[in-house]
């Protein structure tokens, strides 16, 4: 779909920024920018955006007749031609990014029958324009979204008001409200602590604060109702208590004349003798990530802050903030966990939070860390754009489906990290139904337990779910019978199969593959633990060379590979003479959210979270561990568990299967997980990474694509018990900040995994169309 921004101003703050975070990020749907030349233009063109020029008209609200009806006729002129806009580039949806945008769509530019969206990133105005406002909403808008519930309140009986029929087609489902809420989202990358560190020092080093002052910012617009002057009149209590602050206001006067002069205000008052020095106005700066990694923490003054973007800004970057209790606010800032709240102009409360945090390094650096984790977890950019997106097909149902998708996925019998992707697909795709050969739901998450999951005939086989390895040979017959006639769209998670159904004529098929088929390039390690007889494993041998040529020549046919290593891509070039590109795997490191969890000291164990089976190499755990005397302990079970007890001294301990919440509980204890197998990927040591710990893994296969020598881990360099004995003998001289190694971790979750999928998948879409380009070649750009 193409959905047109319309946003009334040229001018650029917080609701400006946030409309770019999220056009920019868009997955399904092309976004046409349509505002006034000037500095939104400038930001929009440069981060790639379509930007169509509606020339501005300057409203402001007055009781002199004369003037409110000159305003309204500026207004119904630039309506006029923003509708001529909109027809040009034939939008399916108008998103006006303020309430006097969306009136202006509403009365004077909507086209009949398309959906108008609201986005409502202010308090509802009262007295009799809010009440026209509301009418107006009620009458046109096809949905109000509301940063905040502080906002979706103000909008009164609208809040509860259901949304109006689409025109553009049947509404499906349950009636949905009209105002619902989708919070601001802040594009928040990982920085090398190094790059953090340099921003620091030369941030420090431009505004005159030495490496060991403290530094309080504020960060936004000057303006009245922000009230910096609470936060100067905080930072003179704060001097006269003896504490050596400094105050970064950040920000420029926009819009009012009254902002300018509140800003010289401001600076006089800054003057005073008391304050010399102590606070620095740097005017408008675009670095604000790299202002908050100087600064060590961030206050928040405002009357009634609509959302409070800045405060994520500055979570994002592992500072704590300190905000009033009111509008959005509460519902960024958990009170006690990752900031502090104060009431609105209570300057001596404000000064005691900030002198808290101030007098207590240690809790700040522990909020910090907490600030950081949720900033990443609730308010990340990936989740506004999952909302948004979701809206807008509800509101072109006809138009906006896109292509039907099918997800095939070899077995759903078991639970790891194949699996795992499947789930991840299903969030991305909600509405496509699972084929897969054989499942056991019991053994699923509850997320794919419920989903539509379409099975073969080989499901009704006696016994298949614990013996679906034997029936190798069956496989290739069974994928090539499933029916995915009207899907556009295949994606399959293969390690095995799943790769050679039968894709219908003009569909595109993107291969997210584990590892290529093991039975047939890899059939020693395949049939090394499975429990057949010696002569059947014999004969199973002669099917290897059928089964290459059938693997490879069903890869041929994918239109996108993807590997989810560097030793994958390195076996689907041996095997398949392809270029695969590398998307890892999703890693749920928000099931180890520390803001709720207990921060401990490592103990005095090391630890194995794996299914028992030869190929994983526990032995050499076990042996090493034993042979020191280190203290080792074992999670999990499987067929080779006897043989590893018979190998153990008295300080391994084997304890199987254990529940999520207990295995993260020695995750978080462990000195460092052993990981001694070489695997296609490895989740579990990210996941111990995610608790703060470090690895000690192998040097070969999916290790070294998450292992950092020093960073998040250590590597041993034979695959031989006195090798990985060494590397823990050296092992104790190193030191570990656990900080890095979460935040290390977190650049493997699943928004990036679910970013870099689409990114992948709509390549491939628009490479299949690529032959229907035009002689100069133009071509369609699909989406997906």
Known sequence: MKVGYYNHTADVSGAEISLLTMASNL????????????????????????????????????????????HAVGMAAEGRRLAKLIREHELDIVHANSIRAGLIVSLFARPRKLPVVWHIRDHMPQGLVGKFV?????????????????????TAELADKSARRSE?????????????????????EHADEADREADRVRIRRELGASPDAVVVTIVGQIAPWKRQEDAIEALRLLLARGMDVRLWVVGEPKFREENIAYAERLKTMAAAADLAGRVVFTGFRSDIKEICRAADLLVLCSDNEPFGRVLIEAMGEGIPVVGTRAGGVPEIVTEGVSGLLYEVGEVRALADRIGELIAQPERRLVMGRAAYDRARSKFGIASTVTKIEALYRELRPARGAGPRVAIVHDYLNQMGGAERVV?????????????????????????????????????????INKRFKWYFWLYPIVVRSMNLSGYDLIVSSSSAYAKGVRVPEGAVHVCYCHTPMRFAWDYGN?????????????????????????????????????????????????????????????????????????????????????????????????????????????????????????????SVSFLGRLPDGEVERLMRGCRALLFPGVEDFGITPLEVNACGRPVIAYREGGALDTIRQGLNGLFFEKQTRESLARTLLGFQSWT?????????????????????????????????????????????????
Request: glycine content about 6%.
């Open 27 to 70: 997955w399904e749907n092309e976004a046409v920018m349509l505002g006034p030349e000037g500095e939104l233009a400038d930001r929009a063109r440069a981060a790639g955006l379509q930007y169509a020029v509606v020339p501005g008209y300057r409203a402001r609200l007055t009781r002199n007749p004369l003037k409110l009806l000159r």
């Open 134 to 154: 509301r009418a107006v909403a009620a009458r046109s808008a096809s949905s109000l979204v509301c940063i905040s519930e502080a906002v979706r309140q103000g």
């Open 168 to 188: 553009s087609g049947s509404r499906r489902g349950a009636p949905r409200e009209l105002a619902t809420v989708i919070h601001n989202g802040v594009a928040l």
């Open 423 to 463: 789930s991840s697909l299903l969030r991305m795709y909600p509405e496509a139904p699972i084929f897969t050969t054989i499942a056991d739901r019991s053994r699923l998450p509850a997320d794919l337990r419920s989903a539509d999951i379409r099975t073969t005939w080989m499901q009704r086989i006696p016994g």
């Open 526 to 650: 395949y049939v090394k633990d499975m429990e057949l007889p010696a002569l059947v494993k014999k004969l199973s041998s002669f099917l290897i060379a059928p089964l290459r040529r059938w693997d490879a020549a069903n890869t041929a046919g994918v239109d996108e590979l993807i590997a989810n290593s560097s030793i994958v891509q390195e076996r689907i070039r041996d095997h398949y003479g392809r270029q695969a590109t590398i998307i890892h795997p999703p890693v749920d490191t928000g099931r180890f959210d520390r803001a709720g969890a207990e921060e401990r000291a490592p103990g005095d164990y090391y630890l194995v979270v794996s299914r028992l089976v030869s190929y994983k190499r526990i032995d050499l755990a076990v042996e090493a561990c034993s042979l020191l005397g280190e203290r080792l302990i074992v999670v999990g079970d499987g067929p080779d568990r006897e043989r590893l007890a018979r190998l153990a001294g008295p």
């Open 736 to 784: 570990w900040d656990s900080a890095r190694i979460r935040a290390y971790a977190a650049g493997f979750g699943e928004e990036r995994f679910e970013r870099e999928i689409r990114s992948a998948v709509s390549a491939a879409l628009s490479a299949r169309e690529q032959p229907a380009a035009s002689p100069a070649g133009q071509r369609k750009e699909a989406v997906v």
